[in-house]
């Protein structure tokens, strides 16, 4: 690996230079948009040394409460001659100058600050802030202070001042109570200022020790490999920004439990840096189809995946498969799972008579079955329907999976009203619910099929950083990725790519040469603002009428019918169907 200077931004900020302004505040109440401040007192801290304070009481223009007199002992005569807040502000502000504020309950005390900035107009100078209560929460046991109160922690860490309820003598006593928990985080590890941001008893002190993982990365887009001491790769993510992002798998900014028990088993990581996100997020996904890492969820899914097919034979019926072969027939996919596939191919068997049955048909010496009787299959098998009345059947249902699905979409309103006009509401539910899963898989498999079946595409769009990123993809596949310079001839850089691309051969007809995730990846890149197609050696066009047609005209109803459902109401239940999809019954 490529050795790296880091800097002294990668290292982080040392704690004992970091200048701490620890505040506290007293005011008339507990909201800051009904009350006032009435005192501020802060201590400046850096390396453990005072370095200045500041204290003033605040006249808020109200009455002060009298148990918040007697709490305080802050009296309408004390803040008669004090500064407004409009002038004991600025004088704060400036003392705080480019410091970390520190509070316990740093929620109160700050929310006040920033209420006070906007009612007299001073821009709130952002600062970082510390709260030392939810330090306390994660670093003290109820063994050792029966709350987490500011006199409590004081008692605990023998502070040389006792709080009041005065906002000076507070302040004071939490300088000695953030003394106290940073001299406990140093002894687990933690000795930056952005560790102890982000510190939580959720990490475990084996889990911190490892954020010199990170040390050697680089501050680059691409993908990073999570692996084991045997060299199995654990988990495979993709960023903007590689050394920051794995930096949180070592912090509580990272939440999920199962990381956690992938960092305890991780002993590398290793960096794949990408010229372009779009570089970053395929080569992510093909090396966890290739790795099938045990903490990334997506990497399960593809194991499951299933086509449905209309079969290529004298009669021909849908089947569920696991894969696209070069056979001639008509494929729609890939579904999630065959409970998917089989909703579609349902939703097929709802509004075509194409037969169910799984044997190979002469057209003679058969028997009818149950679905002839109901009038839901021609029966083919006794010689009823001729093989060119059913050849109709099955030319109309290709062009519903593969072609223009507008008859059948006619059809499906035909179906739904019935079921309307017969009042089985929750049937025609499920009648457009597995419907939807047909166009969903229909129109996926109908934007691929042109991207897959181009020999090539090159494609443009503006860079972050001026220029232009280019893009040749093959048969589906990305083969090459480059960035053209701001002010560079982009032509040079586009026959540069073209030569040195990857050499993709021809796929399967329908399936693109890469994954279909990648092929989606590409398309949704393609149809972003701003991509210009530059070069294509293909037809890029879906049918018109097509699946995606119907998925558009059907998806807002099912939305529309879901929201307007009542929150204790079954959705299928409280929907009607008509010709523009479903309505909520009313």
Not at 77 to 96: H, N, S, T
Request: with cysteine; aromatic share 6%.
């Amino acid at each position: 690996m490529q050795a790296i200077q880091t800097t002294l931004d990668d290292l982080g900020t040392p704690l004992a230079g970091v200048t701490f302004v620890v505040v506290d505040l007293e005011s008339t109440g507990g909201s800051p948009a009904t009350c006032g401040i009435t005192e501020i007192g802060a201590v400046k801290v850096r390396g453990g040394e005072v370095l200045g304070e500041f204290q003033t009481l605040v006249n808020p223009r109200e009455p002060i409460p009298a148990f918040i007199s007697v709490l305080t002992g802050i009296t309408d005569g004390m803040v008669a001659d004090a500064p407004r807040i409009e002038g004991a502000l600025p004088a704060f502000l400036e003392f705080a100058r480019g410091s970390v504020l520190v509070a316990h309950n740093a929620g109160f005390d700050i929310t006040f600050l920033k209420a006070a900035a906007a009612h007299t107009g001073t821009p709130w100078p952002g600062f970082h802030v510390l709260d030392t209560l939810q330090l306390a929460r994660h670093l003290v046991g109820r063994d050792e202070a029966p709350n987490h109160k500011l006199s409590s922690l004081a008692t605990l860490f023998s502070a040389s001042t006792t709080p009041d309820h005065r906002a000076l003598h507070d302040a004071r006593a939490t300088v000695d109570v953030l003394h106290g928990l940073v001299e406990r985080v140093g002894s687990l590890g933690v000795h930056t200022l952005e560790e102890l941001a982000s510190y939580s008893s959720r990490v475990t002190p084996a889990q911190r020790r490892k954020r010199f993982l990170a040390d050697p990365l680089p501050s680059a887009p691409g993908v990073y490999l999570f692996k084991d001491g045997n060299g199995r790769v654990l988990y495979v993510g993709t960023s903007r920004d590689i050394r920051a992002r794995v930096r949180t798998y070592f912090t509580a900014s990272e939440q999920r439990s199962r990381m956690a028990d992938m960092v305890r088993l991780a002993e590398l990581v290793h960096p794949v840096v990408c010229l372009t996100p779009l570089e970053a997020q395929v080569r992510e996904l093909r090396l966890i189809h290739e790795h099938q890492p045990r903490f990334n969820r997506r990497s399960k899914h593809a194991r499951h995946a299933t086509w449905v097919k209309l079969t290529r034979e004298r009669f021909p019926r849908l089947s569920i498969v696991r894969a696209v072969r070069d056979d001639g027939a008509c494929y729609i996919g890939p579904f999630r799972s065959r409970t998917s596939a089989q909703a579609a191919v349902d939703a097929v068997h709802e509004v075509l008579p194409l037969r169910q049955c799984t044997e190979r048909l002469t057209g003679r010496g058969g028997s009818a079955c149950a679905l002839a009787d109901m009038g839901r299959c021609g029966a083919p098998c006794t010689g009823a329907q001729s093989a060119e009345s059913y050849a109709a059947v099955a030319e109309e249902c290709a062009a519903l999976l593969c072609g223009d699905a507008r008859s059948g979409a006619a059809r499906l309103w035909s179906r739904l009203d019935e079921l309307a006009r017969q009042e089985r509401f929750e049937d025609a539910a499920r009648v457009r619910d597995r419907f939807l899963h047909l166009v969903r898989a229909a129109s996926r498999a109908q934007r691929i099929a042109p991207l897959a079946a181009a020999a090539e595409l090159v494609a443009a769009r503006p860079h972050e950083d001026g220029g232009w990123e280019l893009v040749v993809i093959r048969h589906g596949k990305l083969a090459g990725t480059a960035v053209s310079p701001r002010g560079a001839d982009p032509m040079v850089h586009v026959r540069t790519l073209q030569a040195t691309a990857e050499v993709v051969e021809h796929p399967v007809p329908g399936a693109p040469a890469g994954l279909v995730e990648e092929a989606e990846i590409l398309l949704r890149w393609l149809e972003a603002p701003g991509v210009r197609v530059v070069e294509l050696d293909g037809t890029w066009s879906c049918p018109v009428g097509g699946a995606g047609w119907v998925r558009q005209q059907l998806e807002p109803a099912v939305a529309a019918a879901a929201e307007a459902a009542g929150f204790d109401h079954d959705v299928l239940a409280g929907a009607r169907p008509t010709r523009s999809g479903l309505r909520c019954a009313g």
